[in-house]
Every structure is written in C-alpha cells, then in structure tokens.
C-alpha cells in the first residue's frame, strides 16, 4: 500500500510541473524559429530609433553616386533633337510616283498642301487634279498629317473616306534630297525625292 501511494505521489507531481514544462518548450521553439542566439538583442535608445520608416528604409540603402545615376533625360533629349532636325529637313517641295504624281509642298508655319494628278485609272474617280490641305507636325520619329480641306470638295470627300484625315507615318530616312516614310500599317512605304518647283 505504501509503494503504491508513494508511485501515486510521484505521478502527481510530474503531472503538476507538466504545464511549466510544456510552456517552456514552446518558448524554445520560438526563440529557435527566430533564430535567437544566447547573446540578448541590443534595446535600442529612443535618440538611436530612426525618425520614421522612410528614414529606416533610406540608412539601409546604399548611397548612390552621379555617375551611377541614370541618364534617364538623354533619349528624351536626343529624341527631341532628331525630330528638330526632321521639322527643318522636311521643308520645301516632294514629289511621289504612287497611283500618278503627288506633289507635297511642306512650309515652316505647319500648313502643307498636296497636289495630286492621278493615272488613268484613279482619273476616272477623282479627275484630273485634286489639291489637299494639310497640317503637319513632327513627333516622336513620325509626321502625323491631318486634313484640313481641298478641292474639288467632292474628291476631298472620297479621299476622307477611303483614307481618313488623319495619317501618321514613320520617318525611316530624310535627307536633302529623299524621304522615306511608313505607314501606319507597317508595310507601305511612301519614297519622296525633292525637287524645285510644281509641274
């Protein structure tokens, strides 16, 4: 009888440090999940806490030097610079052969005026001569041409209709003497040569 309340007694306490035991096993488990050492983690002073999270954010930054800087203003730059230089290229008198003569006269002020003499066949349609005009602009590498009237008003009407009144076409090649212009449908090419006066 004694040994069995001796045994008895001997459980009970077990049982009874079995929660404190328990509880520190679970604070094991997480001070090994956070990766604690033995050495305790540094309090920091209220004058060494950072301002606010950006300025935590910035102190464990890397401090980035000019020349590491990007140039992101260059192509913006240079990009302007082509298209200055393609808006005083694209001045003066072109002429096309496409579907009979075209004759575009670009000027400074941003007017254009396109003369159109078609062949045989497009004659039957749009007659002998229509005269379109135009504004124009360089942008971003590319004319962008906008109708703005014409004669005679019937053929303006059909060249509305059948290409619209506003064309943008890529600059692939501008000289003294060629251009060389893309549709909008990436296929076309448009060959202008300059020339001296209207025929």
Known sequence: M??????????KRRLRFAP???????????????????????VQTEAELPANPVDSAVATEPATTR?????????AVEASTEDERCREMVVGIWEQEMYGKRYL???EDGSAEMIVKPDAVW?????????IEIRWKVEDGKALFSLT???PS???DMVVQ????????????????????????GSTEYAWTRVETVD
Not at 24 to 35: D, I, Q, S
Not at 123 to 131: H, N, Y
């Open 123 to 131: 004659s039957l349609a749009f007659g002998e001569k229509v005269t």
């Open 67 to 75: 020349e590491d800087a990007p140039q992101a203003g260059t192509a």
């Open 105 to 107: 006269t670009v000027r």
């Open 149 to 151: 009237g014409g004669m």
């Open 154 to 156: 019937r053929q303006v």
């Open 20 to 42: 404190l035991l328990l509880v520190a096993t679970a604070g094991l488990g997480f001070t090994l999940l956070r990766g604690a050492t033995s050495e305790p983690s540094p």
């Open 2 to 11: 004694k040994d069995r309340t001796t045994t008895s007694d001997a459980l």
């Open 162 to 185: 059948m290409w619209g009144r506003d064309w943008v076409q890529k600059i692939m090649a501008l000289s003294k003497e060629k251009m060389l212009l893309l549709g909008e449908d």
